[in-house]
C-alpha cells in the first residue's frame, strides 16, 4: 500500500505531466494556426513523451491494484486521472486540427 504522501506525490506528478501533455498540444494547434506544421508535430511529440511518463507512473498503481494491494482513492487522484483523460482529448483534438489547417492551407493554395 502506498503511504498517503506517496500517493499525493504520484498523483501531482501524474498531473504535472498531463499539464505538460496539455501545454505542448495547444502550443501545435496554435502552430498548425500559423501553418508551422512541422513544429506542430514536434510538440504533439512531445505531447506524447508526457503521456508515456503520465502512463508509467498510472500503470504502476493498476499492477499494484491488480496484485492485491490497496490504495485509498484520494480526491488528488481522481483529479490527476480527470487530468490526464482531459489532455488526452486536448490532444486528440489538436491532431485533427493539424490535419485540418493542413486542407485549409492546400485550399488556399489552391486558389491562388
Known amino acids: ?22 501545454s505542448n498540444a495547444m502550443e501545435a494547434i496554435g502552430l498548425a494556426k500559423e ?18 511518463e503520465a502512463h508509467h507512473l498510472q500503470t504502476n498503481l493498476l499492477h499494484e491494484e491488480a496484485n492485491g494491494k490497496q490504495n485509498d482513492v ?16 486536448c490532444k486528440d483534438l489538436a491532431i485533427e486540427m493539424i490535419d485540418m489547417y ?5 485550399l488556399e493554395v489552391g486558389k491562388s
Do not use: C, P
Request: aromatic share 6%.
Open 1 to 22: 500500500m502506498e503511504s498517503v504522501e506517496e500517493l499525493q506525490m504520484l498523483s501531482f506528478k501524474i498531473i504535472l505531466h498531463a499539464g505538460n501533455a496539455r
Open 74 to 89: 484520494s480526491i488528488i487522484l481522481v483529479h490527476a486521472q480527470d487530468h490526464l483523460m482531459t489532455a488526452m482529448t
Open 35 to 52: 501553418y508551422e506544421f512541422q513544429l506542430a508535430h514536434k510538440k504533439i511529440e512531445e505531447a506524447d513523451q508526457e503521456f508515456v
Open 102 to 106: 493542413q486542407k485549409i492551407q492546400q
